[in-house]
T-cell receptor, first 113, second 115 residues
Framework: DQQVKQNSPSLSVQEGRISILNCDYT??????FLWYKKYPAEGPTFLISISSIKDKNEDGRFTVFLNKSAKHLSLHIVPSQPGDSAVYFC????????????FGKGTKLSVKP | NAGVMQNPRHLVRRRGQEARLRCSPMKGHSHVYWYRQLPEEGLKFMVY????????ESGMPKERFSAEFPKEGPSILRIQQVVRGDSAAYFC?????????????FGSGTRLTVV
């Protein structure tokens, strides 16, 4: 049973436009959510996180929105750049279980010039 | 200030051999985590260690897999008597205590191929 789901395996957007990556979760006990970016043959790179007590967190071009009632979060990238092309993973954690991040399967973003 | 260092980057083992994967955390990080990524899958948690202690090994297979993080030296993930199903990318990550704000820093991974 997948507790963190990224239902879109891939997404293609034009440079300069907005990229929206979606993530759904099933366990209402998750209290922290993180987004990672991964290039081929490299490890994931931390992008941005959000606590369950918030509904939005912004860092430069990246904004994460959390809708707890829908158990849904999204990552917005504005404006999208070709260098953003990578696989994006959503991850969730329980407050008392440091270390055990539960990852989705990822969405491959392609930003076309 | 080097990031998380994993070696080797690629490791080929025959069935039945042992695989040893090494991870040196970022300077100042005392928490180490191992994850495994199978093809077309997300990362799956295996084990969380602090120096000389296993904190959470709930994701480790019950047999053949072990991990340590000694007082001196890197963390080691050991897989004994490897089988083809162990072929995967193994990622190590480290963090300071405030992992929720800063996330984990991942290494580039070790790609294990069992032939």
């Amino acid at each position: 049973d997948q507790q963190v789901k990224q239902n879109s395996p891939s997404l293609s957007v034009q440079e300069g436009r907005i990229s929206i990556l979606n993530c759904d979760y099933t366990n209402s006990m998750f209290d922290y959510f993180l987004w990672y970016k991964k290039y081929p043959a490299e490890g994931p790179t931390f992008l941005i996180s959000i606590s369950s007590i918030k509904d939005k967190n912004e860092d430069g071009r990246f904004t994460v929105f959390l809708n707890k009632s829908a158990k849904h979060l999204s990552l917005h990238i504005v404006p999208s750049q070709p260098g953003d092309s990578a696989v994006y993973f959503c991850a969730a954690s329980f407050g008392g279980s440091q270390g055990n991040l539960i990852f989705g399967k990822g969405t491959k973003l392609s930003v076309k010039p | 200030n080097a990031g998380v260092m994993q070696n080797p980057r690629h490791l080929v083992r025959r069935r039945g051999q042992e695989a040893r994967l090494r991870c040196s955390p970022m300077k100042g990080h005392s928490h180490v985590y191992w994850y495994r990524q199978l093809p077309e899958e997300g990362l799956k948690f295996m084990v969380y260690l602090q120096k000389e202690n296993i904190i959470d090994e709930s994701g480790m297979p019950k047999e053949r897999f072990s991990a340590e993080f000694p007082k001196e030296g890197p963390s080691i993930l050991r897989i004994q008597q490897v089988v083809r199903g162990d072929s995967a990318a193994y990622f190590c990550a480290s963090s300071p205590w405030d992992y929720q704000t800063y996330g984990y820093t991942f290494g580039s991974g070790t790609r294990l191929t069992v032939v």
